[in-house]
């Protein structure tokens, strides 16, 4: 198999829960886990490594299915809990309706709802300039998500791909189980030893590594007869969509290629459901409340339920032309459209040649010229 077909690269550091507006360390870890290999999986490995050597890597298509599974959507049914208080308060409804979308697997309203819609239309711009993969960075999906479903949607994936499997994780239980907790241990020392993290965002992390970890630790990874019919469904599902490669993103433009990844996106969480975790049952079971609002800024509180634990963390939200943003969004979707090189003026916007002829003078109609 050749390089191509065998590995795909993904910046781990973007990938997200998709409840949750922060970036988290949580796919990296994993990824260094489970980066790919060609003997069994040795655990020595990952306890050798060093906490300054963290970084992104490359694997196998199959590798990032099971890596979201373990990194977006560890998510066990639980008893309907009673609302947090301040539910009904603006602020914390407003979070609570950004979950939506994702539910109904319509990508293109996750985006709308999340940005302005001035930013939005800049955001659209800077997608067709190549400057821009928002919100890809904000969803349990790859930023190279074109290159992914070009591995997927290749002539021959699903034997490529099983036999990928079968070469690395096939029947690997014992390993993936010790890797797991490896993994738990080093993720929450790596966390432990980074600076440029504020506390809150610390302990949510170290929660999130705790809960994935343990549920890694049983999960049904190496099971081959759950892969080869998830194999089947997320080709079939690339292939629908008609993307294969980052520059087909860049011509169909963001809302296009948001409403052809719409379906893959189901086809995913349908995927996930057959190693017995829902991401609808998390959405469904997501609770947020006010912990305070001064003005134009609100502090939200979001639980939900991941692999057994209640994940709990603080987000802030502002407000903007009349409705609440993720803070950090907001932040973030700004720098971008900053550093993104400005789009080209119109031709029609150039300066003519020669003085434009004066207009011609208004017919006698009996009204005054419009804007007069």
Not at 3 to 27: C, I, K, M
Not at 72 to 86: F, I
């Amino acid at each position: 198999m050749s390089d191509t077909g065998r590995q795909h690269a993904w910046n781990y550091e973007n990938l997200t829960f998709s409840t949750v507006p922060e970036r988290t360390v949580v796919a990296r870890l994993a990824a260094n886990a489970f980066r790919q290999q060609d003997a069994p999986i040795d655990q020595g490995n990952i306890v050798r490594m060093s906490l300054s050597t963290v970084r992104a890597g490359r694997f196998q298509s199959i590798a990032w299915v099971l890596l979201a599974a373990l990194c977006a959507s560890s998510c066990q049914r639980s008893d309907t809990a009673a609302a947090l208080p301040g539910a009904t308060a603006e602020p914390a409804a407003a979070m609570q309706s950004m979950t939506m979308p994702l539910r109904r697997n319509d990508l293109v309203a996750y985006a709308r709802i999340r940005v302005t819609p001035a930013q939005y239309t800049q955001l659209e711009a800077a997608w067709r300039s190549g400057a821009s993969r928002w919100p890809l960075t904000e969803l349990p999906l790859p930023n190279e998500v074109g290159n992914l479903l070009g591995t997927l949607s290749a002539p021959g994936a699903e034997r490529q791909l099983q036999q990928a499997f079968d070469a690395q994780l096939a029947g690997q239980a014992q390993g993936i189980r010790q890797a797991a907790q490896s993994l738990g241990q080093f993720g929450v020392q790596y966390l432990r030893s980074r600076n440029d993290y504020q506390p809150e965002q610390r302990a949510h992390y170290v929660q999130l590594v705790d809960a994935l970890s343990a549920w890694a630790a049983t999960a049904p990874l190496a099971d081959r007869a759950r892969a080869k019919a998830s194999i089947t469904d997320l080709v079939t599902a690339a292939r629908a969509t008609g993307i294969g490669s980052d520059a087909d993103l860049q011509r169909l433009g963001m809302e296009e290629s948001l409403r052809r990844l719409g379906p893959f996106w189901a086809a995913a969480k349908q995927v996930l459901e057959r190693y017995d975790l829902s991401l609808d049952t998390s959405l469904d079971a997501l609770r947020t409340g006010l912990i305070k609002q001064e003005g134009e800024r609100a502090q939200v509180r979001l639980r939900y339920p991941l692999a057994a634990h209640d994940i709990d963390l603080t987000i802030a939200l502002i407000k903007r032309e009349g409705h609440w943003y993720p803070q950090q969004t907001q932040d973030e979707v700004q720098a971008l459209l900053s550093a993104a090189p400005a789009a080209p003026l119109p031709d029609a916007a150039a300066a003519p040649d020669t003085p434009p002829a004066a207009p011609a003078p208004p017919a006698a109609t009996g009204q005054r010229p419009a804007g007069r």
